[in-house]
Each structure stands twice: as C-alpha cells, then as structure tokens.
C-alpha cells in the first residue's frame, strides 16, 4: 500500500513541477530554468544528506556499468522536455503522453531485461493495458 501512495504521491509532485517549472521558463529561458531546478534539486539532495545519511558521496562512482551514472544528465533533458511539452500541449496532455511513454518503456525495459532488471515473460494482459492506455488518450484529445 505504501508503494502506491508514494507513486501517487510522484506523479502529482511531477505534474505541479512540470507547470512550475513551465511558468519560470517563461519569466527567463529553458536552460536558466532547468539550472535552477536542477542546482535547487543538489541542494536539497546535499542537505538531506547531511542530515540523514553521511555515507560515502564518492561511493556512487563505484557504480558498474559505468553509463548509469547518467541519470542526473538525463534529468537535465526530462525538465527540458517537460517544460517543452506542457508549454505545447498543456499540462493534462502533456502527462498523459509522459505516463504512456514512461508505461511502454518501462515495460520494454523489463520485458527484455535491460540495464540490469530481471527479464519478465511478455503478458497480453499487459499489452491489451497498454492499449487501453493510448485509446484513453486518444478518447481524452477527441474534440
């Protein structure tokens, strides 16, 4: 129970940042806004640390496969594409195609077993729900 609360918990967070984030872009620029978020975001990653935690800050670079060290790289570019996309399409449908996207990669990802995951057996169940998912798009953009 705990898991969906904070999942639920995860996409409202991201869908407020997402429009915040959008309204600071538009008093400065994309890449001054994502500094901010992200330079926002170290600090307080670097704060909760100094409060909770205190293990090793190098240890992250012991991380094998060297290349999972993008993700902060890669968060630099899902605020670019937030912002770009909600400032597009609005904000409901900008998170419906990020969800549906987030849904279909992630299933690819364990569905082959990639960067690491456990390899699931492909599911119909889980297709005929992706399905379902892009139909409730195209039902929510039918004007």
Same mark, same amino acid.
């Given at each position: 129970?705990?898991?969906?609360?904070?999942?639920?918990?995860?996409?409202?967070?991201?869908?407020?940042?997402?429009?915040?984030?959008?309204?600071?872009?538009?008093?400065?620029?994309?890449?001054?806004?994502?500094?901010?978020?992200?330079?926002?975001?170290?600090?307080?990653?670097?704060?909760?640390?100094?409060?909770?935690?205190?293990?090793?800050?190098?240890?992250?670079?012991?991380?094998?496969?060297?290349?999972?060290?993008?993700?902060?790289?890669?968060? #630099?570019?899902?605020?670019?594409?937030?912002?770009?996309?909600?400032?597009?399409? /609005?904000?409901?449908?900008?998170?419906?195609?990020?969800?549906?996207?987030?849904?279909?990669?992630?299933?690819?990802?364990?569905?082959? /077993?990639?960067?690491?995951?456990?390899?699931?057996?492909?599911?119909?169940?889980?297709?005929? /729900?992706? #399905?379902?998912?892009?139909?409730?798009?195209?039902?929510?953009?039918?004007?």
């Amino acid at each position: 129970m705990a898991g969906f609360l904070i999942a639920i918990i995860s996409g409202v967070l991201m869908s407020v940042q997402g429009v915040f984030n959008t309204q600071v872009t538009k008093a400065s620029s994309v890449w001054s806004a994502n500094a901010f978020v992200q330079f926002s975001a170290f600090l307080v990653c670097l704060l909760t640390w100094m409060i909770t935690d205190r293990t090793n800050l190098m240890a992250v670079f012991s991380v094998k496969p060297w290349y999972m060290l993008l993700g902060g790289v890669m968060g #630099a570019f899902i605020t670019l594409t937030v912002i770009k996309s909600m400032d597009a399409l /609005g904000p409901a449908r900008a998170v419906m195609f990020i969800v549906v996207a987030q849904l279909l990669a992630a299933y690819l990802i364990e569905l082959f /077993g990639l960067f690491g995951t456990q390899k699931q057996p492909w599911e119909w169940r889980k297709a005929i /729900g992706m #399905a379902a998912a892009i139909t409730g798009i195209i039902i929510f953009k039918w004007k």
